[in-house]
């Protein structure tokens, strides 16, 4: 059964980092892009970082210099590395696999979600 399970976040000071991970199980995890995606209360669900099945990564122009994502195709990891963090990057943060995928910003192209892992900025 495919199953995506985050780990990592927490309650931070703002200007504060944190590391979040997504562990895949049930994938064939090569074949695979990843999603981070975030949503905070009231508020739409937004694109934070991607990386494609060979390792190619996007971001949007709010976490680029703050943001970098990697993936462990020997531990079938996932990792999101925040720095700078503010309070607008509260919310919770769920990761996502799509097939063969470029890691592209748009949630519909991503077949399998993980429950998601709650990140909470203080000032």
């Known amino acids: 059964q495919e199953q995506l399970l985050e780990s990592g976040g927490g309650s931070v000071q703002a200007g504060a980092s944190l590391r979040l991970s997504c562990a895949a199980s049930?994938?064939?995890?090569?074949?695979?892009?990843f999603g981070w995606f975030r949503q905070a209360p009231g508020k739409k669900r937004e694109f934070v970082a991607g990386?494609?099945?060979?390792?190619?990564?996007q971001f949007p122009d709010a976490n680029k210099g703050r943001f970098t994502i990697g993936r462990d195709n020997d531990k079938n990891t996932v990792l999101l590395e925040m720095s700078r963090l503010t309070t607008d990057d509260t919310g919770v943060y769920y990761c996502?696999?799509?097939?063969w995928g470029a890691g592209d910003p748009q949630d519909y192209k991503y077949d399998y979600w993980g429950q998601g892992t709650q990140v909470t900025v203080s000032s």
């Open positions: 996502a696999a799509d097939h």
């Open positions: 049930g994938i064939t995890f090569n074949n695979y892009a």
């Open positions: 990386i494609s099945w060979i390792g190619r990564t």
